[in-house]
């Protein structure tokens, strides 16, 4: 795609911002329309105005007088109607136009690959969602539409004015129209420089707040609240100066039209006077014409710069959205089969890395059967929640294959997929809603079998002790629970779709000793008649796991029950007897 950021104007990118516009062609036809009858109505008035003055009142003719009036307050009133009636359609029609594209734009960030999300800032994201597509509907509203209504209105008045009126007094009072275009140019050339930091200051502010927002706690816990201020006055300043070198520019354009438009009246007047001052043929009411065209003229022409600005950083908001739109790479591998799972897994010499020669798996094989609990141990940085995240079909593995039910991962359906399994991550997030919203996830599940659900897992209580029970709003990632009650209820959302695989992915490591015992409870229960993959740091807690991996720099090194693993007395019994003295 080129760079609508330089001097030339991408027609091709602007066609196809105007290919959306397509399912409102009827909205689109209207409001072109209705720029054209309004540049055709508002030319009609001086001439009307130079009737009244010379065909009526110079000549004392009150019928006429009369009859002119009504003519121009019907006019007044048509355009005040048509010009209503076309900032209502285009601003509609603009509106349309970015619905359209910002749920097209969030329907593909929701089927990206979650490596995207790890290289682009959140608040970059945010920017391009929000307010770079409200950007796109200024093209329509205050951009094409109104450029050709302009465009229409100054080509229908140049014609008016020569056409009726005297030629050299429209020339005399149009001789400033060559500087006019020489300070627009520089106006258009300066100001989208201007507007273009503006954007990218606006990015970069959104993403600094956004992630400083996020991350208060730590801030806060080591002491940077002075430090991260200074960045932040740092960005506050560039965007201050970005927006202040913009109106340094609307600042002197402006006083230099209405110089402009002060000069042309003046030289009209000048002609016009002397001409009717010496016998010629310019009158009165000719005159006065003249200076209400001026005024109707020099306001689309002083608007034009600004439109075509507004419609540049349309284009160059319509370019980063529309990469995104267009970036099919980034989009998840997903297969076309679609299988009802039994829950057999497994791992044959899988091999990935998420930077370049920087492996994190290397050739790791395992097998869970139906039905059974596989927990994978290890150091920091072994690959086990690596392991999770290939499983999930999140990351594309390099090499080797994963199969479930005998069916390599790469040619199954990964939405369809991720339906019939349930994970439980060890930071739990929960929206900023109700419990029940939480738990059932948008699936028809009735209160009833939350309740139930919640029985059988053991955490019934802990659900009637909220305040509001299923209605209690947990606030922004839950930030109102402690960390194992955030857990319990993560436990009972896997629990209630009746997952055929559960995976656990570091989901004990936070637990606190008031929930300890209910989350043990939990755990049987969730485990039970289905295939579960558990990572965790606290072997007590996957003793009773069916087989147990110990991985180490990314490579499976022992396999077996727990009993067997001890009676090794290899790696895993030196981790187990680590953590057995530390417990004492």
């Not at 007044?76 to 010009?83: D, K, V």
């Not at 908001?317 to 897994?345: C, F, N, W, Y």
């Not at 001890?566 to 003295?581: C, D, P, R, V």
Request: hydrophobic share 45%; with cysteine.
């Amino acid at each position: 795609m080129s760079n609508v950021s330089g001097n030339a104007f991408d027609f091709k990118l602007f066609l196809k911002v105007l290919g959306y516009a397509k399912p409102y062609r009827v909205l689109f036809i209207s409001s072109v329309v209705l720029t054209i009858s309004l540049g055709a109505i508002g030319t009609a008035r001086p001439i009307l105005t130079r009737q009244v003055i010379d065909d009526a009142i110079l000549r004392n003719d009150p019928e006429l007088l009369v009859n002119l009036m009504l003519w121009l307050i019907g006019l007044l009133l048509i355009e005040s109607i048509g010009s209503f009636a076309f900032m209502y359609a285009a601003n509609w029609l603009g509106q349309s136009i970015i619905k359209d594209i910002r749920i097209e734009l969030y329907n593909k960030l929701q089927n990206f690959r979650l490596g995207f999300y790890d290289r682009s800032p959140v608040g970059q994201l945010v920017t391009r969602v929000v307010s770079d597509i409200e950007t796109i509907a200024q093209v329509f509203s205050e951009g094409i539409l109104v450029i050709f209504g302009d465009l229409f209105r100054i080509a229908v008045m140049l014609f008016a004015m020569f056409f009726f009126f005297n030629p050299m007094l429209v020339l005399i009072s149009l001789s400033v129209i060559p500087v006019l275009f020489i300070a627009t140019r520089w106006f258009q050339r300066g100001i989208k420089g201007a507007f273009q930091a503006v954007r990218n200051e606006v990015s970069n502010l959104n993403t600094f707040v956004q992630e400083h927002l996020g991350g208060m706690a730590i801030v806060q816990a080591f002491g940077r609240e002075a430090q991260e201020m200074g960045k932040f006055e740092t960005i506050n300043a560039r965007h201050r100066d970005a927006n202040i070198k913009s109106i340094f520019y609307y600042a002197l354009f402006f006083p230099i039209i209405e110089v402009l438009s002060a000069i042309s009246i003046g030289l009209g007047v000048w002609y016009g006077g002397m001409n009717a001052a010496q016998g010629g043929d310019v009158t009165v009411g000719e005159l006065t014409a003249i200076i209400i065209f001026i005024g109707m003229l020099f306001r689309p022409l002083r608007q034009l710069a600004d439109r075509f600005n507004t419609l540049q950083m349309g284009m160059v908001a319509s370019e980063r959205v529309l990469k995104l739109l267009d970036s099919d790479h980034e989009l998840e591998p997903k297969g076309q089969r679609q299988i009802d799972l039994e829950g057999t897994i497994s791992l044959e010499n899988v091999a990935f890395q998420y930077i370049p020669n920087e492996p994190i798996l290397k050739g790791v094989s395992f097998e869970a059967a139906k039905g059974e609990t596989v927990a994978i141990v290890g150091a920091t940085g072994a690959g086990k929640s690596t392991i999770i995240s290939v499983l999930m079909g999140f990351y594309p593995y390099e090499s080797g294959d994963v199969k479930i039910d005998g069916c390599s991962l790469k040619e199954l359906d990964t939405h369809y997929l991720r339906t019939q399994m349930a994970l439980v991550l060890q930071d739990v997030f929960l929206f900023s809603d109700t419990v029940r919203s939480n738990i059932v996830m948008g699936n028809n599940i009735s209160d009833q079998e939350i309740w139930a659900a919640a029985e059988r897992i053991g955490i019934k209580s802990f659900l009637e002790e909220l305040p509001d029970g299923l209605d209690y709003n947990v606030r922004e990632r839950g930030g109102v629970l402690s960390a194992g009650q955030r857990q319990l209820l993560a436990f009972l959302r896997a629990y209630i779709t009746d997952p055929k695989v559960l995976i656990l992915d570091e989901a004990t490591s936070s637990i606190d000793s008031h929930t300890e015992e209910l989350i043990q409870n939990a755990l049987i229960a969730l485990t039970q008649d289905r295939t579960s993959i558990i990572i965790a740091h606290r072997l007590s807690t996957i003793q009773h796991a069916d087989k147990i991996i110990l991985l180490d720099q990314g490579k499976v090194i022992e396999e077996g029950n727990h009993a067997e693993l001890l009676e090794k007395q290899g790696a895993y019994f030196n981790l187990y007897e680590k953590q057995f003295t530390a417990a004492e």
